[in-house]
Nanobody
Framework: QVQLVESGGGLVQAGGSLRLSCAASGIIFSRYRMAWYRQAPGKQRELVAHITSYGSTNYADSVKGRFTISRDNAKNTVYLQMNSLKPEDTDVYYC???????????WGQGTQVTVSS
């Protein structure tokens, strides 16, 4: 059974930092592109950052220079370090595992991030 379990969300003041973690089980983690998405109520889910199985990264323009995605294949975990947080970063953040060649895509349950002004 595949599980992606996010943790690390919470309430933080503007300018603060949080680190999200997503622990994966039931998949060959190193084969998957891992990503973080976020979604506000009534809005589309948007890509925040992704990291390929080779370690290449990509970020949404809105978070470049503030967020860093990383992965630890030995721990089957992907991280999102979020610095200089802004109120507009308030969303539910979702972990995603994608192995396009095998048509395998999985989502975590989401973790709430709230940034107060």
């Amino acid at each position: 059974q595949v599980q992606l379990v996010e943790s690390g969300g919470g309430l933080v003041q503007a300018g603060g930092s949080l680190r999200l973690s997503c622990a994966a089980s039931g998949i060959i983690f190193s084969r998957y592109r891992m990503a973080w998405y976020r979604q506000a109520p009534g809005k589309q889910r948007e890509l925040v950052a992704h990291i390929t199985s080779y370690g290449s990264t990509n970020y949404a323009d809105s978070v470049k220079g503030r967020f860093t995605i990383s992965r630890d294949n030995a721990k089957n975990t992907v991280y999102l370090q979020m610095n200089s947080l802004k109120p507009e970063d308030t969303d539910v953040y979702y972990c995603n595992a994608d192995w396009t060649a095998m048509s395998r895509h999985y989502w975590g349950q989401g973790t709430q991030v709230t940034v107060s002004s």
